[in-house]
Protein backbone atom coordinates (compact mmCIF):
# COMPACT_ATOMS: atom_id res chain seq x y z
CA UNK A 1 0.00 0.00 0.00
CA UNK A 2 0.86 3.77 -0.40
CA UNK A 3 1.31 6.28 2.57
CA UNK A 4 -2.31 7.12 3.03
CA UNK A 5 -4.81 9.79 5.17
CA UNK A 6 -8.23 8.91 5.14
CA UNK A 7 -10.63 11.92 5.66
CA UNK A 8 -14.76 11.41 4.62
CA UNK A 9 -16.21 14.72 6.53
CA UNK A 10 -19.59 13.77 4.98
CA UNK A 11 -22.74 13.35 6.66
CA UNK A 12 -24.52 10.16 5.69
CA UNK A 13 -28.18 10.92 6.25
CA UNK A 14 -29.56 7.06 5.46
CA UNK A 15 -33.29 6.06 5.03
CA UNK A 16 -37.18 6.47 4.52
CA UNK A 17 -38.31 10.26 5.93
CA UNK A 18 -34.19 11.51 6.07
CA UNK A 19 -35.61 14.81 4.39
CA UNK A 20 -36.52 15.65 8.03
CA UNK A 21 -32.56 16.15 9.11
CA UNK A 22 -32.74 19.27 6.83
CA UNK A 23 -34.36 20.88 9.77
CA UNK A 24 -31.21 20.70 12.06
CA UNK A 25 -28.79 20.72 9.36
CA UNK A 26 -29.44 23.73 7.12
CA UNK A 27 -29.06 25.92 10.39
CA UNK A 28 -25.94 25.31 11.02
CA UNK A 29 -24.73 26.99 7.87
CA UNK A 30 -27.48 29.78 7.66
CA UNK A 31 -30.45 31.00 6.37
CA UNK A 32 -29.98 31.40 2.78
CA UNK A 33 -30.09 28.96 0.67
CA UNK A 34 -29.45 28.43 -2.77
CA UNK A 35 -32.00 25.41 -4.06
CA UNK A 36 -30.52 23.99 -7.30
CA UNK A 37 -31.98 21.15 -9.38
CA UNK A 38 -32.33 19.94 -13.06
CA UNK A 39 -34.64 20.04 -15.18
CA UNK A 40 -37.75 19.32 -13.48
CA UNK A 41 -37.64 15.48 -12.48
CA UNK A 42 -38.40 16.66 -9.00
CA UNK A 43 -41.51 18.24 -9.94
CA UNK A 44 -42.59 15.28 -11.37
CA UNK A 45 -41.72 13.23 -8.49
CA UNK A 46 -43.10 15.09 -5.84
CA UNK A 47 -40.07 16.29 -4.17
CA UNK A 48 -39.73 19.32 -4.88
CA UNK A 49 -42.62 20.50 -3.01
CA UNK A 50 -41.41 18.23 0.05
CA UNK A 51 -38.48 20.03 0.18
CA UNK A 52 -39.69 23.88 -0.96
CA UNK A 53 -42.30 23.27 2.24
CA UNK A 54 -39.92 21.96 4.40
CA UNK A 55 -37.86 25.51 3.82
CA UNK A 56 -40.74 27.62 4.08
CA UNK A 57 -41.44 26.17 7.16
CA UNK A 58 -38.21 26.65 8.36
CA UNK A 59 -38.54 30.45 7.16
CA UNK A 60 -35.35 30.00 5.28
CA UNK A 61 -34.68 32.51 2.37
CA UNK A 62 -34.60 30.13 -0.55
CA UNK A 63 -33.34 31.54 -4.16
CA UNK A 64 -34.05 28.69 -7.21
CA UNK A 65 -31.82 27.90 -10.24
CA UNK A 66 -33.12 24.86 -12.52
CA UNK A 67 -32.51 23.67 -15.47
CA UNK A 68 -28.95 22.30 -14.38
CA UNK A 69 -28.00 19.93 -17.30
CA UNK A 70 -27.34 16.73 -17.30
CA UNK A 71 -23.57 17.06 -17.90
CA UNK A 72 -23.52 20.26 -15.99
CA UNK A 73 -22.39 23.46 -18.23
CA UNK A 74 -19.89 25.72 -17.04
CA UNK A 75 -22.60 28.44 -18.10
CA UNK A 76 -24.66 27.38 -15.20
CA UNK A 77 -22.24 27.13 -13.10
CA UNK A 78 -21.58 31.00 -13.73
CA UNK A 79 -25.51 31.62 -13.40
CA UNK A 80 -25.14 30.14 -9.80
CA UNK A 81 -22.15 32.15 -8.73
CA UNK A 82 -23.54 35.38 -9.82
CA UNK A 83 -26.77 34.10 -7.76
CA UNK A 84 -24.92 33.13 -4.81
CA UNK A 85 -23.39 37.23 -4.86
CA UNK A 86 -26.33 39.05 -5.63
CA UNK A 87 -28.19 37.56 -2.73
CA UNK A 88 -25.45 36.55 -0.35
CA UNK A 89 -26.14 33.12 -0.26
CA UNK A 90 -24.81 30.85 2.97
CA UNK A 91 -25.39 27.33 1.28
CA UNK A 92 -25.92 25.52 -1.69
CA UNK A 93 -29.00 22.78 -1.55
CA UNK A 94 -28.41 20.56 -4.24
CA UNK A 95 -31.56 18.06 -4.91
CA UNK A 96 -31.08 15.60 -7.77
CA UNK A 97 -28.11 13.19 -9.54
CA UNK A 98 -24.79 13.82 -9.70
CA UNK A 99 -24.71 16.68 -12.39
CA UNK A 100 -26.84 18.65 -9.84
CA UNK A 101 -24.46 17.71 -7.34
CA UNK A 102 -21.45 18.96 -9.14
CA UNK A 103 -22.82 21.91 -10.22
CA UNK A 104 -23.32 22.67 -6.82
CA UNK A 105 -19.20 22.22 -6.39
CA UNK A 106 -18.31 24.44 -9.35
CA UNK A 107 -20.58 27.22 -7.72
CA UNK A 108 -19.18 26.62 -4.54
CA UNK A 109 -15.51 27.28 -5.54
CA UNK A 110 -16.16 29.60 -8.18
CA UNK A 111 -18.32 31.76 -5.65
CA UNK A 112 -15.00 32.43 -4.10
CA UNK A 113 -12.92 32.93 -6.31
CA UNK A 114 -12.42 36.03 -8.36
CA UNK A 115 -11.79 34.48 -12.40
CA UNK A 116 -13.34 32.33 -14.04
CA UNK A 117 -14.31 29.08 -12.93
CA UNK A 118 -12.75 27.17 -15.34
CA UNK A 119 -9.41 28.06 -14.11
CA UNK A 120 -10.31 25.53 -11.35
CA UNK A 121 -12.38 22.97 -12.92
CA UNK A 122 -9.08 22.77 -15.16
CA UNK A 123 -6.84 22.70 -12.20
CA UNK A 124 -4.89 25.68 -12.78
CA UNK A 125 -5.95 27.54 -9.55
CA UNK A 126 -6.29 25.58 -6.44
CA UNK A 127 -9.76 25.57 -4.39
CA UNK A 128 -8.82 27.70 -1.51
CA UNK A 129 -12.43 28.37 0.24
CA UNK A 130 -15.89 27.36 -1.27
CA UNK A 131 -19.55 27.67 0.42
CA UNK A 132 -20.78 24.82 1.91
CA UNK A 133 -22.91 22.13 -0.04
CA UNK A 134 -25.93 20.00 1.19
CA UNK A 135 -27.77 17.48 -0.85
CA UNK A 136 -30.74 15.25 -1.91
CA UNK A 137 -29.90 12.72 -3.81
CA UNK A 138 -32.16 11.26 -6.55
CA UNK A 139 -30.41 9.00 -8.36
CA UNK A 140 -27.62 6.23 -7.32
CA UNK A 141 -24.52 6.57 -10.11
CA UNK A 142 -21.79 8.74 -9.27
CA UNK A 143 -20.70 8.87 -5.54
CA UNK A 144 -20.91 12.73 -5.56
CA UNK A 145 -22.64 13.02 -2.65
CA UNK A 146 -20.16 11.63 -0.37
CA UNK A 147 -16.58 12.95 -2.43
CA UNK A 148 -14.97 15.91 -3.34
CA UNK A 149 -15.09 15.53 -6.72
CA UNK A 150 -17.20 16.99 -9.63
CA UNK A 151 -17.40 16.99 -13.73
CA UNK A 152 -18.23 20.12 -15.49
CA UNK A 153 -18.48 20.43 -19.54
CA UNK A 154 -17.46 23.47 -21.29
CA UNK A 155 -19.57 23.36 -24.24
CA UNK A 156 -18.34 25.64 -26.65
CA UNK A 157 -14.69 24.35 -26.06
CA UNK A 158 -15.97 21.05 -26.51
CA UNK A 159 -14.54 19.86 -23.12
CA UNK A 160 -15.05 17.84 -20.14
CA UNK A 161 -13.07 18.40 -16.83
CA UNK A 162 -13.07 17.18 -13.44
CA UNK A 163 -11.57 18.69 -10.22
CA UNK A 164 -11.75 17.62 -6.44
CA UNK A 165 -11.03 19.29 -3.06
CA UNK A 166 -11.58 18.46 0.80
CA UNK A 167 -13.62 21.52 0.20
CA UNK A 168 -16.06 20.57 -2.09
CA UNK A 169 -17.63 17.53 -0.07
CA UNK A 170 -21.04 17.65 0.90
CA UNK A 171 -21.77 18.91 4.14
CA UNK A 172 -24.50 16.54 4.35
CA UNK A 173 -26.51 14.17 2.11
CA UNK A 174 -29.73 13.12 2.54
CA UNK A 175 -30.23 9.77 1.00
CA UNK A 176 -34.01 8.34 0.36
CA UNK A 177 -34.60 5.35 -1.39
CA UNK A 178 -38.07 6.80 -1.60
CA UNK A 179 -36.81 9.88 -4.18
CA UNK A 180 -35.20 7.46 -6.46
CA UNK A 181 -37.61 5.43 -7.45
CA UNK A 182 -38.72 6.82 -9.94
CA UNK A 183 -35.79 7.00 -12.13
CA UNK A 184 -36.51 5.84 -15.57
CA UNK A 185 -34.68 2.27 -16.80
CA UNK A 186 -32.23 3.83 -18.49
CA UNK A 187 -31.23 6.19 -16.32
CA UNK A 188 -30.97 3.03 -13.60
CA UNK A 189 -29.23 1.21 -15.72
CA UNK A 190 -26.16 3.99 -16.60
CA UNK A 191 -26.71 4.08 -12.49
CA UNK A 192 -25.76 0.75 -11.94
CA UNK A 193 -22.70 0.77 -15.17
CA UNK A 194 -21.23 4.21 -13.35
CA UNK A 195 -21.33 2.32 -9.93
CA UNK A 196 -19.50 -0.56 -11.57
CA UNK A 197 -17.43 1.55 -13.37
CA UNK A 198 -16.00 3.32 -10.22
CA UNK A 199 -15.18 0.10 -8.85
CA UNK A 200 -12.90 -1.08 -11.66
CA UNK A 201 -11.41 2.10 -11.69
CA UNK A 202 -10.22 1.50 -8.14
CA UNK A 203 -9.86 -1.81 -8.39
CA UNK A 204 -7.20 -1.67 -11.06
CA UNK A 205 -4.73 0.14 -9.13
CA UNK A 206 -1.03 -0.08 -9.56
CA UNK A 207 0.26 -0.29 -5.67
CA UNK A 208 0.74 -3.91 -4.24
CA UNK A 209 -1.03 -5.03 -1.41
CA UNK A 210 -4.66 -4.21 -1.35
CA UNK A 211 -5.99 -7.33 -0.71
CA UNK A 212 -9.00 -5.39 1.59
CA UNK A 213 -9.68 -2.73 -0.96
CA UNK A 214 -9.76 -5.17 -3.77
CA UNK A 215 -12.27 -7.49 -1.51
CA UNK A 216 -14.03 -4.61 -0.68
CA UNK A 217 -14.23 -3.76 -4.34
CA UNK A 218 -15.30 -7.41 -5.25
CA UNK A 219 -18.23 -6.73 -2.47
CA UNK A 220 -19.75 -4.10 -4.36
CA UNK A 221 -19.65 -5.88 -7.37
CA UNK A 222 -20.97 -9.02 -6.51
CA UNK A 223 -24.05 -6.79 -4.51
CA UNK A 224 -24.35 -4.97 -7.63
CA UNK A 225 -24.90 -7.99 -9.66
CA UNK A 226 -27.16 -9.34 -7.39
CA UNK A 227 -29.19 -6.33 -6.90
CA UNK A 228 -29.02 -4.81 -10.89
CA UNK A 229 -31.53 -7.77 -12.46
CA UNK A 230 -33.95 -7.71 -9.67
CA UNK A 231 -34.14 -4.11 -9.85
CA UNK A 232 -34.50 -3.93 -13.90
CA UNK A 233 -37.39 -6.03 -14.21
CA UNK A 234 -39.04 -4.00 -11.44
CA UNK A 235 -37.89 -0.37 -10.63
CA UNK A 236 -40.53 -0.07 -7.60
CA UNK A 237 -38.56 -2.92 -5.71
CA UNK A 238 -37.79 -0.64 -2.61
CA UNK A 239 -34.81 -3.35 -1.49
CA UNK A 240 -33.25 -2.92 -4.59
CA UNK A 241 -33.14 1.01 -4.85
CA UNK A 242 -31.87 1.06 -1.16
CA UNK A 243 -29.26 -1.68 -2.03
CA UNK A 244 -28.29 0.49 -4.88
CA UNK A 245 -27.70 4.01 -3.23
CA UNK A 246 -25.66 2.72 -0.38
CA UNK A 247 -23.62 0.81 -3.19
CA UNK A 248 -23.05 3.90 -5.18
CA UNK A 249 -21.56 5.78 -2.80
CA UNK A 250 -19.83 3.40 -1.04
CA UNK A 251 -18.47 2.68 -4.89
CA UNK A 252 -16.76 6.82 -4.50
CA UNK A 253 -16.39 7.72 -1.47
CA UNK A 254 -12.74 6.85 -1.09
CA UNK A 255 -13.16 3.55 0.49
CA UNK A 256 -12.13 1.79 -2.25
CA UNK A 257 -8.77 4.17 -3.09
CA UNK A 258 -7.48 4.18 0.50
CA UNK A 259 -3.55 3.15 -0.31
CA UNK A 260 -3.62 2.95 -3.57
CA UNK A 261 -2.59 4.46 -7.32
CA UNK A 262 -5.87 4.12 -8.92
CA UNK A 263 -6.67 3.99 -12.64
CA UNK A 264 -9.22 6.50 -14.14
CA UNK A 265 -8.28 6.23 -17.39
CA UNK A 266 -11.45 5.33 -19.32
CA UNK A 267 -13.21 7.74 -16.97
CA UNK A 268 -11.22 10.30 -19.03
CA UNK A 269 -11.67 9.13 -21.68
CA UNK A 270 -15.79 8.69 -21.19
CA UNK A 271 -15.57 12.29 -20.25
CA UNK A 272 -13.88 13.24 -23.94
CA UNK A 273 -16.41 11.33 -25.74
CA UNK A 274 -19.21 12.60 -23.59
CA UNK A 275 -17.66 16.64 -24.08
CA UNK A 276 -18.01 16.07 -28.08
CA UNK A 277 -21.12 14.42 -27.97
CA UNK A 278 -23.25 14.85 -25.08
CA UNK A 279 -23.86 11.17 -24.45
CA UNK A 280 -24.80 9.52 -20.91
CA UNK A 281 -21.78 8.79 -18.99
CA UNK A 282 -22.90 5.97 -17.52
CA UNK A 283 -23.61 4.55 -21.30
CA UNK A 284 -20.41 5.70 -22.31
CA UNK A 285 -18.71 4.07 -19.77
CA UNK A 286 -20.45 0.25 -20.84
CA UNK A 287 -19.48 0.70 -24.41
CA UNK A 288 -15.75 1.93 -23.33
CA UNK A 289 -14.80 -0.73 -20.47
CA UNK A 290 -14.84 -3.48 -22.10
CA UNK A 291 -12.65 -2.18 -24.50
CA UNK A 292 -10.31 -0.79 -21.75
CA UNK A 293 -9.87 -4.11 -20.43
CA UNK A 294 -9.60 -6.00 -23.61
CA UNK A 295 -6.48 -3.41 -24.40
CA UNK A 296 -4.35 -3.78 -21.37
CA UNK A 297 -5.28 -7.03 -20.68
CA UNK A 298 -2.57 -7.53 -23.45
CA UNK A 299 -0.22 -5.99 -21.04
CA UNK A 300 -1.19 -6.65 -17.71
CA UNK A 301 -3.99 -9.63 -17.34
CA UNK A 302 -3.47 -10.49 -13.46
CA UNK A 303 -6.18 -8.78 -11.94
CA UNK A 304 -8.31 -9.15 -14.89
CA UNK A 305 -8.09 -13.03 -14.39
CA UNK A 306 -8.62 -12.69 -10.35
CA UNK A 307 -12.19 -10.59 -11.27
CA UNK A 308 -12.77 -13.29 -13.67
CA UNK A 309 -12.80 -15.59 -10.78
CA UNK A 310 -13.67 -14.14 -7.92
CA UNK A 311 -16.68 -11.38 -9.38
CA UNK A 312 -17.75 -13.51 -12.31
CA UNK A 313 -17.41 -17.11 -11.25
CA UNK A 314 -14.95 -17.82 -14.19
CA UNK A 315 -12.88 -21.39 -13.69
CA UNK A 316 -9.31 -20.49 -14.13
CA UNK A 317 -8.33 -24.27 -14.61
CA UNK A 318 -5.83 -24.78 -17.74
CA UNK A 319 -6.45 -21.62 -19.96
CA UNK A 320 -4.18 -18.97 -21.38
CA UNK A 321 -4.38 -15.29 -20.16
CA UNK A 322 -5.59 -14.66 -23.50
CA UNK A 323 -8.81 -16.80 -23.06
CA UNK A 324 -8.92 -15.53 -19.55
CA UNK A 325 -9.37 -12.05 -20.11
CA UNK A 326 -11.55 -12.89 -22.83
CA UNK A 327 -13.70 -15.11 -20.66
CA UNK A 328 -14.31 -11.75 -17.86
CA UNK A 329 -14.79 -8.91 -20.57
CA UNK A 330 -17.48 -11.24 -22.48
CA UNK A 331 -18.80 -11.68 -19.07
CA UNK A 332 -19.01 -8.27 -18.28
CA UNK A 333 -20.53 -6.84 -21.34
CA UNK A 334 -23.00 -9.83 -21.34
CA UNK A 335 -24.12 -8.71 -17.66
CA UNK A 336 -24.11 -5.10 -18.96
CA UNK A 337 -26.33 -5.80 -22.01
CA UNK A 338 -28.42 -7.93 -20.32
CA UNK A 339 -29.47 -5.12 -18.26
CA UNK A 340 -29.96 -2.79 -21.28
CA UNK A 341 -26.81 -0.96 -21.69
CA UNK A 342 -25.34 -0.45 -24.86
CA UNK A 343 -21.75 -1.68 -26.40
CA UNK A 344 -21.16 0.08 -28.94
CA UNK A 345 -20.38 4.13 -30.19
CA UNK A 346 -22.65 3.30 -33.36
CA UNK A 347 -24.93 3.00 -30.56
CA UNK A 348 -25.09 6.71 -30.38
CA UNK A 349 -24.46 6.74 -33.73
CA UNK A 350 -20.91 7.95 -32.97
CA UNK A 351 -18.85 7.14 -36.19
CA UNK A 352 -14.98 7.79 -36.90
CA UNK A 353 -15.64 11.37 -37.68
CA UNK A 354 -13.80 12.99 -34.82
CA UNK A 355 -12.32 9.97 -33.13
CA UNK A 356 -8.73 11.95 -33.09
CA UNK A 357 -10.53 14.97 -31.47
CA UNK A 358 -11.77 12.95 -28.40
CA UNK A 359 -8.59 10.54 -27.83
CA UNK A 360 -6.80 14.74 -27.09
CA UNK A 361 -9.40 15.61 -25.25
CA UNK A 362 -8.63 12.31 -23.19
CA UNK A 363 -5.58 13.01 -22.63
CA UNK A 364 -5.33 14.95 -19.61
CA UNK A 365 -1.51 14.40 -19.32
CA UNK A 366 1.04 12.97 -21.39
CA UNK A 367 0.11 9.33 -20.21
CA UNK A 368 -3.24 8.79 -18.30
CA UNK A 369 -4.17 5.42 -16.34
CA UNK A 370 -1.98 4.14 -13.61
CA UNK A 371 -2.74 0.35 -13.85
CA UNK A 372 -1.48 0.18 -17.93
CA UNK A 373 -0.59 3.83 -18.56
CA UNK A 374 -1.66 4.89 -22.03
CA UNK A 375 -0.38 7.70 -24.68
CA UNK A 376 -2.86 9.07 -27.15
CA UNK A 377 -2.09 6.09 -29.99
CA UNK A 378 -3.91 3.84 -27.54
CA UNK A 379 -6.76 5.70 -26.44
CA UNK A 380 -7.17 6.26 -30.43
CA UNK A 381 -7.06 2.15 -30.44
CA UNK A 382 -9.79 1.73 -27.51
CA UNK A 383 -11.74 4.40 -28.99
CA UNK A 384 -11.41 2.81 -32.59
CA UNK A 385 -12.22 -1.03 -31.08
CA UNK A 386 -15.18 0.57 -29.59
CA UNK A 387 -16.87 2.17 -32.96
O1 LIG B 1 -32.52 16.94 -14.66
P1 LIG B 1 -33.58 16.14 -14.03
O2 LIG B 1 -34.94 16.54 -14.46
O3 LIG B 1 -33.46 16.08 -12.54
O4 LIG B 1 -33.46 14.63 -14.60
C1 LIG B 1 -32.32 13.83 -14.40
C2 LIG B 1 -31.46 13.73 -15.65
O5 LIG B 1 -32.22 13.89 -16.81
C3 LIG B 1 -32.78 12.41 -14.21
N1 LIG B 1 -33.10 12.09 -12.83
C4 LIG B 1 -32.33 12.24 -11.73
N2 LIG B 1 -32.98 11.78 -10.63
C5 LIG B 1 -34.19 11.35 -11.05
C6 LIG B 1 -34.28 11.55 -12.44
N3 LIG B 1 -35.38 11.21 -13.15
C7 LIG B 1 -36.42 10.69 -12.49
N4 LIG B 1 -36.39 10.47 -11.15
C8 LIG B 1 -35.32 10.78 -10.39
N5 LIG B 1 -35.32 10.52 -9.08
O6 LIG B 1 -31.69 11.61 -14.62
C9 LIG B 1 -30.97 12.30 -15.64
C10 LIG B 1 -29.49 12.17 -15.37
O7 LIG B 1 -29.14 12.86 -14.19
P2 LIG B 1 -27.61 13.16 -13.88
O8 LIG B 1 -27.54 13.90 -12.62
O9 LIG B 1 -26.96 13.74 -15.09
O10 LIG B 1 -27.02 11.69 -13.71
P3 LIG B 1 -25.79 11.15 -12.89
O11 LIG B 1 -26.09 11.13 -11.45
O12 LIG B 1 -25.42 9.90 -13.55
O13 LIG B 1 -24.65 12.25 -13.12
C11 LIG B 1 -23.88 12.28 -14.29
C12 LIG B 1 -22.82 13.35 -14.21
O14 LIG B 1 -21.91 13.11 -13.13
C13 LIG B 1 -20.56 13.06 -13.62
C14 LIG B 1 -20.75 12.58 -15.02
O15 LIG B 1 -19.64 12.82 -15.84
C15 LIG B 1 -21.97 13.36 -15.47
O16 LIG B 1 -21.62 14.68 -15.82
N6 LIG B 1 -19.73 12.27 -12.71
C16 LIG B 1 -19.45 12.76 -11.49
C17 LIG B 1 -18.63 12.12 -10.59
C18 LIG B 1 -18.31 12.69 -9.26
N7 LIG B 1 -18.65 13.92 -8.98
O17 LIG B 1 -17.72 12.04 -8.41
C19 LIG B 1 -18.01 10.84 -10.90
C20 LIG B 1 -18.64 10.18 -12.06
O18 LIG B 1 -17.71 9.27 -12.58
C21 LIG B 1 -19.13 11.05 -13.15
O19 LIG B 1 -18.11 11.35 -14.08
ZN1 LIG C 1 -18.43 7.66 -13.36
Same mark, same amino acid.
Given at each position: ?49 ? *? @??? $????? %? ?5 ? +?? =?? /? ?54 ? *? @??? $????? %? ?5 ? +?? =?? /? ?240
Amino acid at each position: MERFQYHNPTKLLFGKGQLESLRTEIPRYGDRVLLLYGGGSIKANGLYEE *V @TAL $LADMQ %VTVVELS +GV =EP /NPRLTTVQTGIDLVHEHQIDLILAVGGGSVIDCAKGIAAGAKYDGNPWDIVTRQVP *V @TDA $LPIGT %VLTLAAT +GS =EM /NGGAVITNWEAQDKRSFGSPLTYPKFSVLDPTYTLSVPANQTVYGIVDIMSHVFEQYFHASENALLQERFGESILRTMMETAPRLVQNLNDFDARETMLLNGTFALNGTLSMGVKTDWATHMIEHAVSAVYDIPHGGGLAILFPEWLRYVGKTRPERIIQLGERVFGIDVNGKSDEVLVEETVQALQEFWTSIGAPSRLSDYEIDATHLELMAERAMVAEQIGQYVPLRQQDVSAILKNAL
